[in-house]
């Protein structure tokens, strides 16, 4: 289990919600945007999947322990 935060990088979950990464970033900020951290058990352990929530948009990543995204939706 990681000792620190997990960083994702921002601009692939900004153009998964379709929002310029400027506007991302203030929205985290202010909290527009949400999110939700789910760690995994079992054979899904040391990877953690994440879902942003912005207005009726929803965005799920999966992460390894360092943040690396290893998983976007496919449109």
Same mark, same amino acid.
């Given at each position: 289990?990681?000792?620190? &935060?997990?960083?994702?990088?921002?601009? &692939?979950?900004? +153009?998964?919600?379709?929002?310029?990464?400027? =506007? *991302? @970033? /203030?929205?985290?900020? %202010? @909290? @527009?945007? %949400?999110?939700?951290? /789910? =760690?995994?058990?079992?054979?899904?352990?040391?990877?953690?999947?994440?879902? *942003?929530?912005?207005?009726?948009? @929803?965005? =799920?990543?999966?992460?390894?322990?360092?943040? =690396?995204?290893? +998983?976007?939706?496919? /449109?």
């Amino acid at each position: 289990m990681p000792t620190s &935060p997990i960083e994702v990088s921002a601009a &692939p979950i900004a +153009q998964g919600l379709d929002l310029p990464l400027e =506007r *991302f @970033r /203030e929205l985290m900020e %202010t @909290r @527009r945007i %949400t999110t939700l951290c /789910e =760690r995994g058990t079992g054979e899904d352990s040391g990877t953690y999947r994440f879902t *942003f929530y912005y207005g009726k948009a @929803r965005l =799920r990543v999966l992460t390894d322990a360092t943040g =690396r995204i290893l +998983q976007l939706p496919v /449109e």
